[in-house]
C-alpha cells in the first residue's frame, strides 16, 4: 500500500475567489490536462504566512515503467503557492518513498521531497511563467529523473547531499584552529530578514572565541575520507551513524578518520567541558571522482552539540581521570566495539571560507608572480584611495601607503572615508579599510609624512620598494623622485585639470628616461 503525506489541512467550501491569482490559474490549467487528476486544495496556515496545495495525480504516459529513476508511472503531487516563500510556486512529491534525486530542494527528514523544476532564480523564470508552461516543466522533470538524465555528463557534479539552510563563513586561516590544544571559534547569526521563507539561508559566521562571548565556543576537527563517485543527491544525515552509512554506501568510510582525528586532538588530555561547554565542528574533506579522475574536493561541515570529552567517550578512547581531572588518550585491546558515536547528532552546514588574497588574484585573472612586489603608494586622496582599494581588492603587490594629510568634509564626496573618519589621517583610513577586507593577511603599511622626508622609517621603506605609484597631485612630489637615485622605478598618475582625461607616466624598468623627462614630453 503507498502511503502519502498530507500538507495542510482540507478546504472545506472551497471559493476560488479567496485564493491566491496563482492558484486560480493552476487549477484552471489542471482541469484543462489530460493527464491531471484534482484532488483536493489544502492550506496551512502560520503568523507569517500562507501556503495553498493543489493536490494532484499526475502522468502524460512518458515514463516508463520500471525506469532506473524509481519514478511511477502516475505521481501524487501537491503545486504550492505562496507569496513569502523565495521560490512561490513548488512541487512537492507525495509518495512517502519518493526517491532521493538530483535536481530537488533540501527538505526536512519527514517530509515531501520537492522538486527542483528550474535552474535560473524566481525573477528570471517568471518573465515568462505560465501556468501551462509549469505544468509542462512538471512533466519534464519526471520524464527526465525517470531516467536519470535530468544531470547531464557535462554539467559539474552535484553536492553529495542536499543544500543545508545553514551557510557557515569561516575565516581565511581556519586551518589554523584545527590544531591540538588550538583556540576555539564562536558561531555568531549574521541573517538579516524575518525568516518567513523555509528556503531562506541562515548565514553563519565564525569567530575567534574571546572572553566578551557567551556562546558555546566551537572547535575544528579536520579529516579527509575515501573518493566519492556517486553522482545522486542524498538526503541530509541527522546523525553520524548516518553520515557513516551514507558514506558507506557510497564505498567511502567515515569512522576510521574520525576516529583517528579525534584521538589525535586530545593527545595532550582532556576534561569534561565547563562554562558554555563546547561544540565540535567537523570539516569532511571528500574527494568527488568522475570516472578514474579526482574532479574536485568538496568540504562538508557538521556541527556537534558534543565536546572533545564527549566524542572520546563515545569511542571510548579515555583513560579513567588523574588527580587533577584529566583523562588521557588510550587504546582498547582488540579495538572499541562501542556504537554510541552513531546517535551523537549532527547538523550539516554549508562551508564559505573567507575571501584570501591568493583567493581574489584567482577572481581577478591577476597572476601570482606579477602581484609578488612591494609598492609605495604616495598620496591617497580621492584618486589614490580609490586605487588603494582596486589593489588590494586585486591583491596585487604588498603596499605602503604615504600621506601626511586627514580627511576633512569636503574629502567625502570621492574618497573611501566616511564621516566617522573626519579628522584621520587618510592613510591610516585607507589602511583600515585594507585591513577589513583581509583580516588575516599582512596589513599594508601606513606612513602619515610626505613622499619627500627624510625619515628612516619612510627611507628604509623606499629602499625595499620595487614601485613607487605618485598620487601627489603635486609638481614637486615625481620632480624630486626623478632626481632621487635611491628610489625604485616610478609612476605618476593624474587626472587633468579639465577632470575629461586621465594620464600615466610610468618610468621604464632601468630608469634610463625619469619622470621629469617624460613629463617635459608629454605638455
Given at each position: 500500500m503507498i502511503e502519502y503525506f498530507e500538507p495542510g489541512e482540507l478546504i472545506e467550501g472551497l471559493r476560488e475567489d479567496e485564493l491566491y491569482p496563482e492558484t486560480t490559474e493552476l487549477?484552471?490549467?489542471?482541469?484543462?490536462?489530460?493527464?491531471?487528476?484534482?484532488?483536493?486544495?489544502?492550506?496551512?496556515?502560520?503568523?507569517?504566512?500562507?501556503?495553498?496545495?493543489?493536490?494532484?495525480?499526475?502522468g502524460d504516459g512518458t515514463v516508463d515503467f520500471g525506469n532506473p529513476g524509481g519514478i511511477r508511472r502516475e505521481e501524487r503531487l501537491a503545486i504550492s503557492v505562496n507569496h513569502q516563500s523565495r521560490v512561490p510556486i513548488l512541487v512537492f512529491a507525495l509518495r512517502k518513498d519518493f526517491p532521493a534525486l538530483s535536481h530537488q530542494h533540501a527538505s526536512p527528514p519527514g517530509s515531501p521531497r520537492v522538486l527542483c523544476l528550474y535552474s535560473s532564480t524566481w525573477a528570471t523564470v517568471q518573465l515568462g511563467w505560465t501556468p501551462q508552461r509549469f505544468l509542462a516543466r512538471m512533466f519534464w522533470w519526471l520524464r527526465e529523473s525517470a531516467q536519470l538524465k535530468l544531470h547531464r555528463d557535462d554539467q559539474p557534479l552535484e553536492q553529495l547531499f542536499y543544500m543545508s539552510p545553514y551557510q557557515l563563513i569561516l575565516p581565511a586561516n581556519y586551518g589554523d584552529y584545527a590544531q591540538p590544544g588550538s583556540q576555539t571559534l564562536t558561531i555568531v547569526d549574521i541573517s538579516s530578514g524575518s525568516r518567513a521563507d523555509p528556503f531562506e539561508s541562515i548565514i553563519l559566521k565564525a569567530y575567534p572565541t574571546n572572553a566578551s562571548h557567551h556562546a558555546t565556543p566551537i572547535r575544528l576537527v579536520p579529516i579527509v575520507v575515501s573518493a566519492v563517485s556517486s553522482t545522486a543527491v542524498?538526503?541530509?544525515?541527522?546523525?553520524?551513524?548516518?553520515?557513516?552509512?551514507?558514506?558507506?554506501?557510497?564505498?567511502?568510510?567515515?569512522?576510521?578518520?574520525?576516529?583517528?582525528?579525534?584521538?589525535?586532538?586530545?593527545?595532550?588530555?582532556?576534561?569534561?567541558?565547563?562554562?558554555?561547554?563546547?561544540?565540535?565542528?567537523?570539516?569532511?574533506?571528500?574527494?568527488?571522482?568522475?570516472?578514474?579522475?579526482?574532479?574536485?574536493?568538496?568540504?562538508?561541515?557538521?556541527?556537534?552539540?558534543?565536546?572533545l570529552f564527549d566524542l572520546g567517550s563515545a569511542f571510548e578512547m579515555l583513560a579513567p581521570p588523574d588527580n587533577n581531572g584529566i583523562h588521557t588518550r588510550a587504546e582498547l585491546i582488540g579495538g572499541s566495539q562501542s556504537t554510541l558515536w552513531r546517535d551523537i547528532p549532527v547538523s550539516l552546514v554549508e562551508v564559505r571560507p573567507a575571501l584570501t588574497a591568493s583567493a581574489t588574484?584567482?577572481?581577478?585573472?591577476?597572476?601570482?608572480?606579477?602581484?609578488?612586489?612591494?609598492?609605495?603608494?604616495?598620496?591617497?586622496?580621492?584618486?589614490?584611495?580609490?586605487?588603494?582599494?582596486?589593489?588590494?581588492?586585486?591583491?596585487?603587490?604588498?603596499?605602503?601607503?604615504?600621506?601626511?594629510?586627514?580627511?576633512m568634509p569636503h574629502n567625502l564626496s570621492r574618497h573611501v572615508a566616511v564621516d566617522q573618519h573626519v579628522g584621520q589621517h587618510k592613510v591610516s583610513v585607507v589602511r583600515d579599510f585594507a585591513q577589513a577586507i583581509f583580516p588575516n593577511e599582512p596589513v599594508p603599511v601606513a606612513i602619515a609624512s610626505s613622499i619627500l622626508d627624510e625619515g628612516e622609517d619612510l627611507q628604509s621603506v623606499l629602499r625595499n620598494a620595487q614601485l613607487i605609484v605618485d598620487v601627489t597631485t603635486t609638481l614637486e612630489a615625481p620632480r624630486a623622485l626623478a632626481r632621487s637615485q635611491n628610489v625604485p622605478r616610478t609612476a605618476s598618475l593624474f587626472v587633468t585639470p579639465s577632470g575629461l582625461s586621465s594620464v600615466m607616466i610610468l618610468e621604464d624598468l632601468d630608469r634610463r628616461l625619469r619622470l621629469d623627462a617624460l613629463e617635459g614630453q608629454y605638455y
Open positions: 487549477l484552471q490549467a489542471c482541469r484543462a490536462s489530460p493527464f491531471i487528476e484534482i484532488l483536493h486544495v489544502r492550506r496551512e496556515l502560520s503568523d507569517q504566512t500562507r501556503s495553498e496545495y493543489i493536490v494532484i495525480d499526475a542524498a538526503g541530509i544525515p541527522y546523525s553520524l551513524g548516518a553520515l557513516q552509512d551514507q558514506l558507506s554506501a557510497w564505498g567511502s568510510d567515515l569512522y576510521k578518520p574520525l576516529h583517528g582525528a579525534v584521538f589525535d586532538a586530545i593527545a595532550g588530555g582532556v576534561k569534561p567541558s565547563a562554562g558554555n561547554g563546547e561544540a565540535i565542528l567537523i570539516l569532511v574533506w571528500v574527494p568527488r571522482t568522475r570516472g578514474e579522475e579526482v574532479e574536485r574536493m568538496d568540504v562538508m561541515g557538521y556541527v556537534l552539540q558534543s565536546s588574484r584567482d577572481m581577478s585573472g591577476v597572476q601570482e608572480e606579477a602581484s609578488d612586489f612591494n609598492g609605495v603608494l604616495a598620496g591617497v586622496g580621492a584618486l589614490g584611495s580609490a586605487l588603494a582599494d582596486m589593489w588590494i581588492r586585486q591583491g596585487w603587490g604588498r603596499w605602503t601607503f604615504v600621506d601626511n594629510d586627514r580627511v
